[in-house]
């Protein structure tokens, strides 16, 4: 996550209306945004009515978002899932592939464990994860073209680079480079890891955290998901 330009290139979309929709949909009031990011759903959540804890490890994407008018009411915190206060929300949410970046079994299930102990008795954990079988990373590696932002402080133009270095030890792996469009400059560089976990490994991990119902959406029309979905909304209920 590059807090710079991330908002530029992750415009709003299906999955951000989804989520929406499904929170209004379970009516809940208290929730937590874990890997909340810039923001860039946690403001429309609080604008929807959610009382909002939104917790991140990126301190730079923190800042980005508490700039963010919020029209509502967000408590930002720097940090990770141990930071969810006890028996406290109605709902985790985890937006735009979160659930990815555990890339470890072990980090996987701490979150879950962490998320099922933050829930009130009833609440709802629900994330987004993208289906292996579905192999995003071939139609990835066929866009050759940077994407373009600017950098709001100085109005410079910027392009953003991504090399794709494929599955490292089961994680995929890739690079963005961020440079200044005009001299090639380049400013910032990230790697990227995602960990691609079938539905079936998801789900017995919600079921051994003792979740007791776990629904799975396939895409952004609230059907059920099938081995063809490209990601899978998992609502698991506490
Ligand atoms: C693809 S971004 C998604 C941001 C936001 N949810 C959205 O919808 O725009 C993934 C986020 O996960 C965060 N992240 C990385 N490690 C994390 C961890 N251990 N716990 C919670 N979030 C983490 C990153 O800092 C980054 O902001």
Known sequence: MIPLVYD???S???DDEFFLALLKKINVKSIADLGCGTGRLTIHFAKAGHEVTAIDPNEEAIEYAKVKESYGDVKWMIGDSTKLRTNAFEAIIMTANVAQVFLTEESWRNVVADAYRA???GGHFIFDTRNPLAKAWEQWITDTT????KNLLTG????IWTQYEGFVNDVYT???TVKKADTGEVIIREKMELKFRTQ???HDSLKQASFSQVQVYGDWEFEQATSKAKSFIFHAIK
């Open 8 to 10: 530029q290139i992750n």
């Open 12 to 14: 709003w979309g299906k």
């Open 119 to 121: 829930l009130k008795p």
């Open 146 to 149: 940077p994407d373009v932002a």
């Open 156 to 159: 410079e133009k910027l392009e």
């Open 174 to 176: 890739f690079y963005e």
């Open 200 to 202: 079936e490994t998801i």
